[in-house]
């Protein structure tokens, strides 16, 4: 099974902040890699696909960049709503696994 | 517009079997290329991806609970069903389905809303 860690566990941002939160893989996926966000008590959605290639619909603030094991998920500028929760999903092999997920907090 | 909604009990006793429905709408799975996946999430926990089923009738299943799932489709319906048997309280988590779209792809969007299970005698 391919392994994903997410760092950091949790973060306390101001808004207008540029964040940053970083996934590892056990093993190189290229760039089969997705990233979600959660707010409290809701689903999961979908941000970014294939590492860099934002969904339909979100902000232009977030951006995906890395390829192999090392992924990265920036917030150009941080904004209210982006107070949530972020996995990191590997999408190259079964069975497929999130990250342990990243909580963005009010500073 | 895509919609996706789980539907199944809340309250599940110790070695019950759990069954969810998933009612999509929106899309068919008899469309090629198109998948629908189950997930959990336990209260204050990452998300784990249980199960995802194809239009070809392709499924696949997460290693460690392979034993205990069973995934079917009612194209008819537009329903995806889910089954785990002999249920613990560490199951009890919110069991979200969700659609894969693209083939080849394996992330998933939309996601229905979710419901919670919760396993307690």
């Known amino acids: 099974d391919v392994q994903m860690t997410q760092s950091p566990s949790s973060l306390s941002a101001s808004v207008g902040d540029r964040v940053t939160i970083t996934c590892r893989a056990s093993q190189g996926i290229g760039t089969s890699l997705a990233w979600y966000q959660q707010k409290p008590e809701k689903a999961p959605k979908s941000l970014i696909y294939d590492a860099s290639t934002l969904q339909s619909g979100v902000p232009s603030r977030f951006s995906g960049s890395g390829s192999g094991t090392d992924f990265t998920l920036t917030i150009s500028s941080l904004q209210p709503e982006d107070f949530a929760s972020y996995y990191c999903?590997?999408?190259?092999?079964?069975?497929?696994?999130f990250g342990g997920g990243t909580r963005v907090e009010i500073k | 517009q895509i919609t996706l909604k789980e539907s199944g009990p809340t309250l599940v006793r110790p070695t019950q079997t759990l069954t969810l429905t998933c009612t999509f709408s929106g899309f068919s799975l008899r469309t090629t290329g198109m998948g629908v996946g189950w997930f959990r999430q336990p209260p204050g926990k990452a998300l784990e991806w249980l199960a995802v089923i194809y239009w070809d009738d392709d499924k696949r299943y997460s290693p460690s609970l392979k034993s205990r799932l069973t995934i079917t489709k009612d194209t008819s319906k537009n329903q995806v069903v889910l089954t785990m048997t002999n249920m613990d309280p560490v199951d009890t988590a919110t069991y979200y389905c969700a659609q894969r779209r693209i083939r080849g792809k394996h992330w998933f969007d939309p996601w229905g809303q979710g419901t919670l299970v919760t396993v307690s005698s």
């Open positions: 999903q590997q999408c190259a092999s079964f069975p497929l696994t």
